[in-house]
Protein backbone atom coordinates (compact mmCIF):
# COMPACT_ATOMS: atom_id res chain seq x y z
CA UNK A 1 0.00 0.00 0.00
CA UNK A 2 1.51 3.39 -0.93
CA UNK A 3 0.75 6.67 0.57
CA UNK A 4 1.28 10.08 0.37
CA UNK A 5 3.67 11.59 3.37
CA UNK A 6 2.69 14.64 4.51
CA UNK A 7 3.23 17.05 7.18
CA UNK A 8 0.74 18.52 9.80
CA UNK A 9 1.77 20.47 12.99
CA UNK A 10 5.32 19.53 12.74
CA UNK A 11 4.67 15.76 12.53
CA UNK A 12 5.10 13.25 9.78
CA UNK A 13 1.84 11.07 9.03
CA UNK A 14 0.76 9.03 6.22
CA UNK A 15 -2.75 9.99 4.00
CA UNK A 16 -4.21 7.72 1.61
CA UNK A 17 -4.75 9.17 -1.93
CA UNK A 18 -8.32 8.58 -3.29
CA UNK A 19 -9.41 9.68 -6.24
CA UNK A 20 -13.13 10.52 -8.12
CA UNK A 21 -13.84 11.18 -11.36
CA UNK A 22 -16.92 13.99 -11.32
CA UNK A 23 -19.34 13.91 -13.73
CA UNK A 24 -21.65 10.76 -13.55
CA UNK A 25 -20.23 9.83 -10.37
CA UNK A 26 -19.61 12.88 -7.95
CA UNK A 27 -22.60 14.67 -10.33
CA UNK A 28 -25.81 13.23 -11.64
CA UNK A 29 -24.99 14.65 -15.09
CA UNK A 30 -22.26 15.86 -17.10
CA UNK A 31 -21.20 19.28 -15.43
CA UNK A 32 -20.21 20.72 -19.01
CA UNK A 33 -23.25 20.01 -21.13
CA UNK A 34 -25.05 21.59 -18.48
CA UNK A 35 -22.95 24.76 -17.65
CA UNK A 36 -22.84 25.74 -21.49
CA UNK A 37 -27.14 25.18 -21.90
CA UNK A 38 -27.26 27.53 -18.37
CA UNK A 39 -24.75 29.95 -20.13
CA UNK A 40 -26.41 29.94 -23.40
CA UNK A 41 -30.19 29.81 -22.16
CA UNK A 42 -32.90 27.65 -23.91
CA UNK A 43 -33.24 29.47 -27.30
CA UNK A 44 -29.54 30.17 -27.37
CA UNK A 45 -28.10 26.58 -26.42
CA UNK A 46 -31.00 25.77 -29.73
CA UNK A 47 -28.49 27.89 -31.73
CA UNK A 48 -25.68 26.00 -30.67
CA UNK A 49 -26.43 23.05 -31.05
CA UNK A 50 -27.13 23.52 -34.47
CA UNK A 51 -23.94 24.99 -35.12
CA UNK A 52 -22.57 22.06 -33.74
CA UNK A 53 -23.49 19.69 -36.05
CA UNK A 54 -20.63 19.96 -38.21
CA UNK A 55 -18.79 18.62 -35.63
CA UNK A 56 -21.16 16.41 -34.21
CA UNK A 57 -20.98 14.66 -37.66
CA UNK A 58 -17.38 14.74 -37.98
CA UNK A 59 -16.84 12.94 -34.31
CA UNK A 60 -18.87 9.49 -35.64
CA UNK A 61 -15.61 9.62 -37.93
CA UNK A 62 -12.46 10.62 -36.26
CA UNK A 63 -14.16 9.77 -32.23
CA UNK A 64 -12.24 12.59 -30.06
CA UNK A 65 -13.63 13.38 -27.65
CA UNK A 66 -11.64 15.93 -26.77
CA UNK A 67 -12.15 17.62 -30.81
CA UNK A 68 -15.80 17.63 -29.98
CA UNK A 69 -15.36 18.97 -26.31
CA UNK A 70 -13.61 22.11 -27.83
CA UNK A 71 -15.90 22.71 -30.64
CA UNK A 72 -18.48 22.98 -27.96
CA UNK A 73 -16.64 25.79 -26.16
CA UNK A 74 -15.71 27.44 -29.24
CA UNK A 75 -19.26 27.62 -30.10
CA UNK A 76 -20.85 28.49 -26.34
CA UNK A 77 -17.07 30.42 -25.12
CA UNK A 78 -16.20 32.44 -27.52
CA UNK A 79 -13.27 34.23 -27.13
CA UNK A 80 -13.89 35.12 -23.33
CA UNK A 81 -11.99 35.88 -21.15
CA UNK A 82 -10.03 33.42 -18.20
CA UNK A 83 -11.20 35.85 -15.82
CA UNK A 84 -14.76 35.96 -17.43
CA UNK A 85 -15.44 32.08 -17.67
CA UNK A 86 -13.82 31.54 -14.09
CA UNK A 87 -16.65 34.18 -12.83
CA UNK A 88 -19.18 32.30 -14.92
CA UNK A 89 -18.02 28.53 -13.50
CA UNK A 90 -18.50 29.95 -9.61
CA UNK A 91 -22.05 31.27 -10.19
CA UNK A 92 -23.03 28.21 -11.96
CA UNK A 93 -21.60 26.22 -8.92
CA UNK A 94 -23.17 28.43 -6.33
CA UNK A 95 -26.47 28.16 -8.26
CA UNK A 96 -26.30 24.45 -8.95
CA UNK A 97 -24.08 22.53 -7.18
CA UNK A 98 -27.05 20.99 -4.56
CA UNK A 99 -28.57 19.83 -7.71
CA UNK A 100 -25.85 18.07 -8.82
CA UNK A 101 -24.12 16.23 -6.45
CA UNK A 102 -25.18 12.65 -5.52
CA UNK A 103 -25.74 12.70 -2.16
CA UNK A 104 -24.01 8.95 -1.35
CA UNK A 105 -20.94 9.44 -3.42
CA UNK A 106 -20.59 13.31 -1.07
CA UNK A 107 -20.78 11.03 1.79
CA UNK A 108 -18.10 8.99 0.11
CA UNK A 109 -15.79 12.02 -0.14
CA UNK A 110 -17.00 13.33 3.62
CA UNK A 111 -16.11 9.54 4.98
CA UNK A 112 -12.73 9.72 3.11
CA UNK A 113 -11.77 13.71 4.34
CA UNK A 114 -12.69 12.61 7.96
CA UNK A 115 -9.85 9.81 7.92
CA UNK A 116 -7.48 12.31 6.10
CA UNK A 117 -7.16 11.10 2.87
CA UNK A 118 -5.81 12.88 0.24
CA UNK A 119 -8.61 13.41 -2.21
CA UNK A 120 -8.67 14.22 -6.08
CA UNK A 121 -11.04 14.86 -8.69
CA UNK A 122 -9.71 13.59 -11.98
CA UNK A 123 -12.38 14.63 -14.77
CA UNK A 124 -12.31 15.56 -18.50
CA UNK A 125 -14.64 17.97 -17.65
CA UNK A 126 -12.67 21.59 -17.67
CA UNK A 127 -10.49 22.63 -14.81
CA UNK A 128 -12.10 25.98 -15.11
CA UNK A 129 -15.52 24.79 -14.86
CA UNK A 130 -14.85 22.11 -11.62
CA UNK A 131 -12.47 24.26 -9.60
CA UNK A 132 -15.09 26.26 -7.48
CA UNK A 133 -16.99 22.59 -7.21
CA UNK A 134 -13.09 20.82 -5.93
CA UNK A 135 -12.80 24.27 -3.47
CA UNK A 136 -15.95 23.39 -2.49
CA UNK A 137 -15.65 19.91 -1.25
CA UNK A 138 -11.96 20.84 0.02
CA UNK A 139 -10.49 18.57 -3.27
CA UNK A 140 -6.98 18.59 -1.99
CA UNK A 141 -5.80 18.15 -6.29
CA UNK A 142 -7.71 18.84 -9.54
CA UNK A 143 -7.24 17.44 -12.35
CA UNK A 144 -9.14 18.23 -15.56
CA UNK A 145 -8.84 19.25 -19.37
CA UNK A 146 -7.23 22.69 -19.77
CA UNK A 147 -8.86 25.01 -21.87
CA UNK A 148 -6.15 26.89 -23.96
CA UNK A 149 -5.62 30.94 -23.49
CA UNK A 150 -3.62 33.53 -25.66
CA UNK A 151 -1.55 35.64 -24.30
CA UNK A 152 -4.25 38.00 -23.59
CA UNK A 153 -5.72 35.66 -21.31
CA UNK A 154 -8.52 34.80 -23.74
CA UNK A 155 -10.17 31.45 -24.98
CA UNK A 156 -8.81 30.04 -28.01
CA UNK A 157 -11.21 27.74 -28.90
CA UNK A 158 -9.26 24.40 -28.07
CA UNK A 159 -7.64 22.56 -25.35
CA UNK A 160 -4.63 22.95 -23.82
CA UNK A 161 -3.11 19.30 -23.81
CA UNK A 162 -5.39 16.28 -24.24
CA UNK A 163 -8.54 15.54 -23.07
CA UNK A 164 -8.36 14.05 -19.40
CA UNK A 165 -9.66 10.61 -20.25
CA UNK A 166 -9.14 7.01 -20.40
CA UNK A 167 -4.82 6.34 -19.62
CA UNK A 168 -4.42 10.51 -19.57
CA UNK A 169 -6.13 10.32 -15.99
CA UNK A 170 -3.42 8.02 -14.87
CA UNK A 171 -0.46 9.86 -17.01
CA UNK A 172 -1.64 13.37 -15.26
CA UNK A 173 -2.05 11.78 -11.41
CA UNK A 174 1.48 9.99 -11.58
CA UNK A 175 2.82 12.94 -13.12
CA UNK A 176 2.03 15.39 -9.88
CA UNK A 177 2.21 12.44 -7.01
CA UNK A 178 5.31 10.20 -9.13
CA UNK A 179 5.43 7.08 -11.56
CA UNK A 180 4.68 4.53 -8.94
CA UNK A 181 1.78 5.60 -7.46
CA UNK A 182 -0.64 3.62 -6.41
CA UNK A 183 -4.46 4.77 -5.15
CA UNK A 184 -5.61 3.82 -1.75
CA UNK A 185 -9.19 4.05 -3.72
CA UNK A 186 -10.84 5.26 -7.00
CA UNK A 187 -14.70 5.84 -8.43
CA UNK A 188 -15.61 6.34 -11.78
CA UNK A 189 -18.64 5.48 -13.57
CA UNK A 190 -17.74 4.97 -17.57
CA UNK A 191 -14.93 3.21 -19.53
CA UNK A 192 -12.95 6.57 -19.36
CA UNK A 193 -12.21 5.68 -15.76
CA UNK A 194 -11.23 2.52 -16.59
CA UNK A 195 -7.48 2.61 -16.11
CA UNK A 196 -7.73 5.31 -12.72
CA UNK A 197 -9.69 2.74 -11.23
CA UNK A 198 -6.74 0.36 -13.03
CA UNK A 199 -3.83 1.77 -10.16
CA UNK A 200 -6.47 1.40 -6.95
CA UNK A 201 -6.64 -1.06 -4.47
CA UNK A 202 -10.51 -0.16 -3.74
CA UNK A 203 -12.54 0.13 -7.36
CA UNK A 204 -15.80 1.89 -7.23
CA UNK A 205 -17.24 1.36 -10.56
CA UNK A 206 -20.48 2.88 -10.91
CA UNK A 207 -21.63 2.37 -7.32
CA UNK A 208 -23.10 5.97 -6.74
CA UNK A 209 -26.52 5.82 -7.96
CA UNK A 210 -28.11 8.72 -5.04
CA UNK A 211 -29.91 11.62 -6.54
CA UNK A 212 -30.19 15.00 -4.82
CA UNK A 213 -33.82 14.75 -4.42
CA UNK A 214 -33.64 12.21 -2.21
CA UNK A 215 -33.15 12.12 1.20
Known sequence: ????????????????????????TLTVRD????????????IGYAFGLVRLLPAGIAYQFHRDRGRI?????????????????????????????????????????????AQGAKLIICTASPES??????????????????????DEDRFMGKLDGKNC????????IRAVLGLETILEAAYG??????????IAEERGYRIFRGRPDQK
Open 165 to 172: RGPEKVRR
Open 69 to 113: KAAAARVFLGRMSRTEIESLARKFAEGHARSLFRPDAIKAWRRWQ
Open 1 to 24: MVYVDDTHQGERFIRPTVAFDFDG
Open 31 to 42: SFTAFLRWRAGP
Open 129 to 150: LVAPFARGLGADLLIGSRLAFD
Open 189 to 198: DTAGDKEMLG
